[in-house]
């Protein structure tokens, strides 16, 4: 039973373009929301995040949004570049208590030049 | 600043074989965590240990794993003994206590194919 989905596997994008990663979750205890960027051969490395007290975070070219009442985060990359390429994850935690991240499957990007 | 390390990064091995994981997580850090990735289910959550002490292991899907964490820089995860459908990466992480959003940093991960 998936608590995190991001049902596309995969997106391509023009650079310059916007790019959108959707996720879904189902526990409304998650108070911690955080993108995760993977390129091949690499680990995750953290990239934006966002509590849940707020809706909308931004960072340079990336935008995390978050709609409670819909359980749906998502992730705005714009303008997009080659360099975005990789797997993007979403992850979500609770505050206090457990420290675990649960991770959705990923989706994978490509900003085609 | 040494971010967190593991080795081997790749490992082939046979199955019946023991297989250990090795992995140095960030200094200061007093949180570690162990992840496998597979295409049918993603990342998922084997371990973690806080000050060395494992706390949840929930998610070690059989008595062939195990993990321990001596000391404060060195944690291990051995399966024993291996079979193919262990075929996939483990991601070792860590984070310091106090910091925001339950950031993890994570390592480079060690790709196992057991034949």
């Known amino acids: 039973d998936q608590q995190v989905k991001q049902n596309s596997p995969s997106l391509s994008v023009q650079e310059g373009r916007i790019s959108i990663l959707n996720c879904d979750y189902t526990n409304s205890m998650f108070d911690y929301f955080l993108w995760y960027k993977k390129y091949p051969a690499e680990g995750p490395t953290f990239l934006i995040s966002i509590s849940s007290i707020k809706d909308k975070n931004e960072d340079g070219r990336f935008t995390v949004f978050l709609n409670k009442s819909a359980k749906h985060l998502s992730l705005h990359i714009v303008p997009s570049q080659p360099g975005d390429s990789a797997v993007y994850f979403c992850?979500?935690?609770?505050?206090?208590?457990?420290?675990?991240?649960?991770f959705g499957k990923g989706m994978k990007l490509t900003v085609n030049p | 600043d040494a971010g967190v390390i593991q080795s081997p990064r790749h490992e082939v091995t046979e199955m019946g074989q023991e297989v250990t994981l090795r992995c140095k997580p960030i200094s200061g850090h007093d949180y570690l965590f162990w992840y496998r990735q597979t295409m049918m289910r993603g990342l998922e959550l084997l371990i973690y240990?806080?000050?060395?002490?494992?706390?949840?292991d929930s998610g070690m899907p059989e008595d062939r794993f195990s993990a321990k964490m001596p000391n404060a820089s060195f944690s291990t995860l051995k399966i024993q003994p291996s079979e193919p459908r262990d075929s996939a990466v483990y991601f070792c992480a860590s984070r310091a206590s106090g910091g925001p959003y339950n950031e993890q940093f994570f390592g480079p991960g060690t790709r196992l194919t057991v034949l």
């Open positions: 992850a979500v935690s609770t505050q206090g208590g457990s420290e675990k991240l649960v």
């Open positions: 240990f806080n000050n060395n002490v494992p706390i949840d």
